[in-house]
């Protein structure tokens, strides 16, 4: 880098140690963009790890994080909030699977998927948990026991 004309107005220490504070300055900032893309690239990975786990005498609820795709585009009204949580915050942006699995038979009576979900560490479940998508899983769940009823009470007669 230099200065065409600095040599008219500053001395040759001081263009020099203007030229190490751009330098330093410019150092800088690329190591915290760095460490800021290797903060949203975690947390944008998926680990497939259980968050939650409910349980009843029969059934259980397992909510995992999902590989679904996740659309935060530069357009999105929420990319700010939710960089600003990653980076600062800690926190993950997934999409998060519903399970309901019945403990008698141990088979997935219903599935569900909530997308572009938002965690922040220490944050209880109730901030990012979906409870339309939990009310679909269950009335899903509750056709397929219908459904399971059905079919063993035609096999009994």
């Not at 995992?64 to 942006?93: M, Q, T, Y």
């Not at 009335?139 to 035609?154: G, N, P, V």
């Amino acid at each position: 880098m230099s200065f065409p004309y600095a040599g008219e107005w500053l001395t040759e220490d001081e263009i020099r140690a203007v030229l190490d504070a751009v330098h330093d300055a410019v150092r800088s900032i690329c190591y915290q963009v760095a460490e800021d893309a290797r903060r949203i690239r975690a947390a944008l990975t998926t680990t497939g790890q259980t968050l939650l786990t409910r349980q009843t005498r029969r059934f259980r609820l397992v909510v995992k994080e999902s590989d679904h795709p996740c659309w935060l585009d530069e357009d999105d009204e929420n990319l700010p909030v939710v960089l600003d949580a990653i980076v600062n915050r800690g926190a993950r942006f997934s999409s998060v699977e519903m399970y309901l699995v019945s403990d008698c038979i141990e088979h997935i009576l219903s599935c569900g998927l909530a997308c572009d979900v938002l965690r922040i560490p220490d944050e209880p479940p109730r901030r990012w948990f979906d409870r339309g998508v939990l009310r679909e899983v269950v009335r899903e769940a509750r056709t397929e026991i219908r459904s399971m009823a059905d079919a063993l009470a035609k096999i009994r007669k």
